[in-house]
């Protein structure tokens, strides 16, 4: 469903609250199908140059609809181990290299680094890590 106001700022991003639930109501996710979809919506919010204070509004509900989801259903298959190993984990599942984690964090040769120990995630890496990955940052403060 797409709702056009005249206050867009993008197409079809409403600027208002209630357009904005008009087009996807708050409430608990219960699926993958709708995380996938919340997802999407969020990803959208996101990347604006300019959110109205409404949007962030959205934006900040929407994103701990989603992060409660993910506790519930996802962490739990987390290794229960060090950063390191959950880092590892999630590289794994998304089919990326040291040289794809460097990339991410900005130096190619900062993913083998942190991979083998020599250089510890900081607070900037974990932003980025759990931006790209869409979990919570705690994971990597294990």
């Known amino acids: 469903m797409r709702i056009m106001t005249a206050h ?18 708050l ?15 969020v990803d959208r919010l996101a990347v604006l140059d ?11 509900v929407l994103s701990g609809l989603i992060e409660e989801y993910e506790s519930q259903h996802y962490e739990a298959k987390l290794p ?5 190993s959950v880092l590892r984990f999630l590289l794994d599942e998304n089919d990326m290299t040291g040289s794809d984690l460097g990339r991410l964090l900005g ?9 083998t120990g020599r250089r510890q995630l900081s607070k900037t890496h974990i932003a980025k890590l759990s931006q790209r990955f869409k979990v919570n940052p705690r994971l990597f403060l294990r």
């Open 50 to 60: 300019h959110r109205t204070e409404d949007q962030e509004d959205y934006l900040e």
């Open 107 to 115: 130096h190619r040769q900062l993913g083998a680094a942190i991979l």
């Open 80 to 84: 229960k181990k060090n950063a390191l």
């Open 27 to 41: 409430r608990p996710i219960r699926s993958n199908l709708e995380l996938t979809v919340a997802m999407k919506i």
């Open 8 to 25: 867009t700022h993008t197409v079809g991003i409403p600027d208002e609250y209630l357009a904005l639930i008009a087009q996807h109501p």
